[in-house]
């Protein structure tokens, strides 16, 4: 059986993180047993960490890494590094908000060996048009610097092999914001196997989201020269 590890980022969740682990825990079942629920809580001040740490005690695949950067992206990039170092076949990576529906996971599973990576597609978002539209400006940006056309550059639910997602991965910084922009423009631009599945995407569950648009828009500026710089790396 195929190993995987399905990882999340956390960040002062205490409101949504019992209910989604309790939802993504059962997508583990019939896969290898090294297959983990891994999730990145660096600096919540709130109980997401005290949530985590007594679901352990009922959910022996459930891994709580805390070693990592407090933000959102470097959390993304940990989680992958870990899939990677520790040799797993496949990395699912969603978001624990609870914006994301588990029983949409299948379909994408069910596809592994025929795609390097499958990516999700929120044609129809619950998040609000402000975020719809920031996603649709991303997308024209990487049509720009990279020349590839994607309907979905950001998307939390993608499933990747880990073996093509590693070389990617060893070309962010580890501090880097917007990791998963960036995979999706070096696989689409390599013309790795790659599919865009449609997937719901719902209003967040509760709690308030760290990154609002004010921050949104300070990681876009930044986000123009690190294209540059990629966009370098790709022709080099």
């Known amino acids: 059986m195929d190993s995987l590890y399905v990882v999340m980022p956390a960040y002062n969740e205490e409101a949504n993180i019992e209910a989604?682990?309790?939802?993504w825990y059962p997508v583990l079942l019939g896969k290898d047993a090294h297959s983990r629920l891994i999730i990145a809580d660096a600096g919540s001040s709130d109980r997401t960490h005290e949530i985590l740490t007594e679901l352990k005690e009922t959910h022996p695949q459930l891994e709580i890494l805390t070693d990592s950067d407090r933000q959102h992206g470097p959390k993304v990039i940990a989680l992958y590094k870990k899939a990677i170092e520790d040799g797993i076949d496949y990395v699912f990576q969603t978001d624990s908000d609870g914006q994301t529906d588990p029983a949409e996971f299948n379909a994408f599973w069910d596809e592994r060996t025929l795609y390097e990576g499958i990516f999700g597609n929120r044609?129809?978002?619950?998040?609000?048009?402000?975020?719809?539209?920031?996603?649709?400006?991303?997308c024209m940006l990487v049509h720009h610097f990279f020349r590839v056309r994607v309907p979905d550059a950001n998307a939390p639910f993608r499933l990747m092999n880990v073996k093509t997602l590693a070389p990617y991965v060893e070309?962010?910084?580890?501090d880097y914001n917007i990791p998963n922009?960036?995979?999706?423009?070096?696989?689409?631009?390599?013309?790795?196997?790659?599919?865009?599945k449609e997937i719901s995407f719902k209003p967040r569950q509760g709690g308030v989201n760290s990154i609002n648009i004010r921050k949104i828009v300070k990681i876009g500026w930044k986000a123009l020269a690190d294209f540059r710089g990629f966009r370098k790396m790709m022709k080099g």
């Open 181 to 196: 922009i960036m995979i999706t423009a070096f696989y689409v631009h390599d013309h790795r196997k790659t599919c865009f």
């Open 123 to 138: 044609t129809i978002r619950g998040d609000g048009k402000s975020r719809a539209f920031v996603e649709r400006v991303v």
């Open 20 to 23: 989604v682990v309790k939802q």
């Open 171 to 174: 070309k962010l910084p580890g």
